[in-house]
């Protein structure tokens, strides 16, 4: 299978942060702390890219389990891993391929998803965020972090509009993504059945445009 992320991959977080300052990072991370992840969670990484919050997450205690489709991400996240010693001891088990390959259905306590259900049209979104659910435990919890659905007065949601376009069509050009409106994973999750427990809002030029949601599975 031709590797989507083999022009953008090396760069991608690079350019996370010329497209998002720092917000992109702050909301990939926000959710990972002493509250939800204790010493030995059992955390999946879906679509996990570069992983800073990988090692995040790994760096608490947690038992990462971490699946990435693109072999020049996972090069990426490697080598990133690697140029820090302490890495070493971290809990983490890289697996290169389909997360829809992934077995182990009730496994894991917490399952997390940044950017990675934007990637896909509303069809296979639902396919793979089924999918996810069934992996994470009764109680477990789901993060989602990724654009947020547009606010504010018509000139704010205009922007927002603007600013999440602009990257999917870049993004259906160089990786093929697909190209369709913001996703509302608030009302998705709830009409799952989940219990919405958190959710943070980040801001680029002081506008909200990414969330991060924390939802238990019921
Ligand atoms: C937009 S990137 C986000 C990466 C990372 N989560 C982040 O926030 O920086 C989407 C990632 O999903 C991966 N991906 C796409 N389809 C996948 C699949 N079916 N199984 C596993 N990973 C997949 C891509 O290779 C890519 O690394």
Sequence with gaps: MPDKYKLIGRSYDFLSKIYSGDAILSCKLSMLNENTIKKGSKVLFAGAGQGRDVLRAAELGAEVTMVDISPTMMNKF???????????????HPILGDI?????FGEFDIVVSNFFLNVFD????????????KLC??????????????????????AQQIYWYS????????AGNAIHTIYDYRKI???KGLRIKDEQFFSFLGQKFYHSILAEKQ
Excluded: W, Y
């Excluded at 829809?100 to 182990?104: A, R, S, T």
């Excluded at 435990?137 to 205009?158: A, E, L, Y």
């Design 78 to 92: 490697n080598h990133l891993r690697s140029k820090h010693p302490q890495n070493e001891n971290l809990n983490i």
């Design 100 to 104: 829809l390959k992934q077995e182990g």
């Design 122 to 133: 509303e069809e296979k979104m639902n396919t793979l965020l089924t999918h996810l659910l």
């Design 137 to 158: 435990r009764k109680n477990g919890q789901i993060i989602i972090g990724d654009f947020c659905p547009p606010q504010g007065g018509v000139i704010k949601k205009t």
């Design 167 to 174: 990257a999917a069509t870049a993004f259906f050009a160089v």
């Design 189 to 191: 999750l709830d009409d």
